[in-house]
């Protein structure tokens, strides 16, 4: 089978590739932006003909980017997201699966599910990003419904894993407090936290959502046209930066006060029965935690 | 090789997959079906984040998950670990045994005998190279059964072999009987090609606190008295679950078709002997207490296995040497079952 991963370098990408790692992995700077239709057009006729491609590429951020470059973050994604997906269906790719996220579900719901993902409107500070993904989906399922392709997309709550953004103002929870804490051993300082640390989410390996996509891509024939993947537990943000703490080896946690967020929101898995996440959190942030401190120490 | 397991979750089941992860490059894919029942732990497989295994929770009794999970998966080799396998629990619950062990493994040989007579079926363009690694010559079932379908031995009788007949004495073993029936059948009426395996007692880490060896070990650690089973002189061969789990590959890889085989061992102990064997590994002051006996307890259990041994299987790990690996896991996992 012969399948092409955009955002192949990526935190998803990079985990799909140690299960496959025969398929074509397209990184950031391989074909320029892929906002650009022409830069994709020519991606797709440089690699020929495939059985499927898998959309990991994306322009992601934390919170102060998704605030702070709006219209970057809506531009960007939804044109990248638009180009591949049309694209596929004119180059006729059997099987497209594309990435969505939790996030860009309406803000205050306490369960996510995926026909509730159209029926408000998402958390201001990520609105251009959770648009662009939101039409990613009515993309994706117009072209199934349409032509009779097969395309799915994946809605992974938290993700984390070695080759993450590890930055402290960009990456997402899990790399950067893992950042945090690393610089926090270094001066010998507990590790800050804002909010109380009260707030529950759910975090899932990259091993696991690559687990999920292989399955669904290669075995699959009729997969759902959206599949919620969530590890089952809901943990507090303390709890993994107390495991992130013990990993490093940083002395303790202080919180240092300041809104929560949305205190918990749970995401039900499925529909349909696919692969059921394995990694423990405690094994997944100790693999993590050594991944960084390898990079950080090369 | 793709591999698709049953109740790999459980304790036989999980041990078997890491060894196999472990061992066995010839295996491409291990699927894992498991309904993740009170016994069961996701982070039993040790390996799990091995990229050729994948875990999918289902309840093997429903018909239509698993049609579609067999075909979605299509494996050339099945092996059937999962079932309800408490003696104490079948005398007050025997419908959850018929249900699980006796519908479960007619599940999965309605779902077997389907792959087996639609290897031909079409498969979509897009997956064409994959299934170049696909068996196209069926696929085989390896079915776990249990040294207590042949029914109690007195001492001085000999060993069963394979051609014993069966004569279960107590719910659990009845089903484990009635499903293998259901095994030979389907292979004689539908050429279903299988092997079935009948072992000894297994213990070893990972076993869940009901079974005799990880009950008394729990009730030591914890300053609690073991609970005996009447007089405490029934006696079991114990075996341990590295070389169990060698066994069952060694029947996939050498067994023959349409066979059955004996996993025993020489390691015939009464309860009793059980205890203090373990009291002197784990707590000197252990103490002891007799409890109602089972409404019947067969007194022993005697297996040969001869043609597991012409296979080229033989038990590797001496039983103090097992025992005493099964207390350190449980003395290193306080936590593994809370």
Known sequence: MKVLVTGGTGLVGSAIKEIRPDWIYIGSTEFGSLAREEHVCQMYESVGPVDAVIHLAANVGGLFKNMNKRAEMYEDNILMNTHIVSQAAKNKVPRVLTMLST???????????????????PHPSNEGYAYAKRVCEVHSRIIRETTNTWTTCIIPTN?????????????HVVPALIHKAWLAKKNNEPLKLFGTGKAKRQFIHSRDIARIIVWAVELAENPPPEIVCAHGNEVSIGEVAQLIADATGCPGLEYIGGPDGQMNKKAIPGPGDFPVPVVSLEDGIRETVEWFDRVKMA | MRVLVTGGLGFIGSNFIDHVLENHTEITAVLNIDRCDYCARVHNVSRCSDPRYTYVQADITNISKMKRLFHEFNPDTVVHFAAQSHVDTSFEN????????????????????????????TCLSSCATNTAERSESGCRLVHISTDEVYGEVDLDETSNSETSVLNPTNPYSATKAGAELLVKAYGHSFGIPYVITRGNNVFGPKQYPEKVIPAFIDAMMKGEPCKV???????????YVDDVSRAVMTVLQHGKNGTVYNIGSRNEYSVLEVFDILRQLVNSDATKVHVDDRPHNDKRYAVDSSALHELGWSEQVPFREAIRKTVDWYKANTSWYT
């Open chain 2, 229 to 239: 089973h009447g007089e405490g002189r029934s006696r079991r061969n114990f075996i």
């Open chain 1, 103 to 121: 996030c860009i579900f309406p803000d205050g719901l306490k369960e996510l599910r995926p026909s509730d993902l159209h029926t408000g409107p």
């Open chain 2, 94 to 121: 025997a419908e959850q045994y018929i249900k699980d062990n006796i519908i479960g493994t007619y599940t999965v040989l309605e779902c077997v005998k389907e792959s087996c007579t639609s290897r031909e079926a």
């Open chain 1, 159 to 171: 993700i984390y894993g070695p080759n993450d953004n590890f930055s402290i103002e960009d990456g």
